[in-house]
């Protein structure tokens, strides 16, 4: 299995740019789940999907982001427009119980806003 | 509020010097603790999950326990390869989302 697959690798854009932030979970899990981490808080979960429909989205910081999961294969995570404070390292996790079990990490996006 | 408490923040060991990294949670309803292994530049990598008080998992070098309100993951006779951060992270019943520690960093010195 090839895990989960994330595009870009690294991201760097100008203030008041759009992002677009793309996941592919394992082939077979129905739960995908978008975090971010910063130095300074860690790693915190941001939305989650369950058979690509959104259950919590508390972890949003803003009207700025976005999520969406058209089908089982594919997820994106927009920011519009992006600020400095947005830089962070992005990771997408899927697992096959609901989110119950285990979570299964892509490699993660860096991403930096000049 | 969920909170997850790891510590140390660091510890360095010298290579074949066992010790243990501590994880505590908010004591009720917990569906599940985890433990992830995290290199620099990558994502964090699933290492066991533990679901009752008493439990205990091992692998390789690591053996992960459960209490009450804490986990431990030992690490015993460690190698330079264990260096990493070392992230638990807790799940409690009604809501499937992880909610993670800070991490441990852990050096281990040939």
């Known amino acids: 299995d090839a895990g989960v697959i994330q595009s870009p690798r690294h991201e760097v854009t100008e203030m008041g740019q759009e992002v677009t932030l793309r996941c592919k979970p394992i082939s077979g899990h129905n739960s995908l789940f978008w975090y971010r981490q910063t130095m300074m808080r860690g790693l915190e979960l941001l939305i989650y999907f369950n058979n690509n429909v959104p259950i919590d989205d508390s972890g949003m910081p803003e009207d700025r982001f976005s999520a969406k999961m058209p089908n089982a294969s594919f997820s994106t995570l927009k920011i519009q427009p992006s600020e400095p404070r947005d830089s962070a390292v992005y990771f997408c996790?899927?697992?096959?119980?609901?989110?119950?079990?285990?979570?299964?990490f892509g490699p993660g996006t860096r991403l930096t806003v000049t | 509020e969920d909170q997850v408490t790891q510590s140390p923040e660091a510890l360095r060991l010298q290579e074949g010097e066992s010790s243990s990294l501590n994880c505590s949670y908010t004591?009720?309803?917990?569906?599940?603790l985890f433990w992830y292994r995290q290199d620099p530049g990558k994502g964090p990598e699933f290492l066991f999950t533990?679901?009752?008080a008493g439990e205990e998992k091992e692998k390789e070098r690591l053996k992960a326990t459960l209490t009450k309100k804490e986990s431990f993951l030992h690490i015993t006779a460690p190698k330079p390869e264990d260096s990493a951060t070392y992230l638990c992270?807790?799940?409690?019943?009604?809501?499937?989302?992880?909610?993670f520690g800070t991490g441990t960093r852990l050096t281990i010195i040939p």
């Open positions: 992270a807790v799940q409690y019943f009604g809501n499937e989302k992880l909610t």
């Open positions: 996790a899927s697992s096959s119980r609901g989110g119950a079990y285990e979570q299964y």
């Open positions: 004591v009720s309803g917990l569906r599940g």
């Open positions: 533990l679901y009752s």
